[in-house]
Nanobody, 126 residues
């Protein structure tokens, strides 16, 4: 079974950058599309970005396009989310997810993923 552990969250000022990592264990990881989701205080969980099985195809929420970049290193069983030009509205708990569907399908999903990490908190100060 796939297990996911996020790291890299923290406190950053507006306009700053952070890189989140999602380390995976499990023999099926390399065959799963991966995604990042977030949940801000008082709001529902939302899609952020997703990446296909081999890392060729990526999708982003409109709110982060041009600022965030998702990537993966198959050899290290790790998925990354590079976040630049951070804004206070990016403050949220960020969750890594894996699902055997497709990266595109993840854009329409906020739950029901096969596997979820426990999350890492990103706080952007104003």
């Amino acid at each position: 079974q796939v297990q996911l552990v996020e790291s890299g969250g923290g406190l950053v000022q507006t306009g700053g950058s952070l890189r989140l990592s999602c380390a995976a264990s499990g023999r099926t990881f390399s065959s799963y599309p991966m995604g990042w989701f977030r949940q801000a205080p008082g709001k529902e969980r939302e899609f952020v970005a997703s990446i296909g099985r081999i890392g060729r195809t990526t999708y982003y929420a409109d709110s982060v396009k041009g600022r965030f970049t998702i990537s993966r290193d198959i050899t290290k069983n790790t998925v990354y989310l590079e976040m630049n030009s951070l804004k206070p509205e990016d403050t949220a708990v960020y969750y890594c997810a894996a699902d055997p569907s497709t990266a595109q399908a993840m854009m329409r999903m906020t739950d029901g993923m096969a596997y979820w990490g426990k999350g890492t908190l990103v706080t952007v100060s104003s």
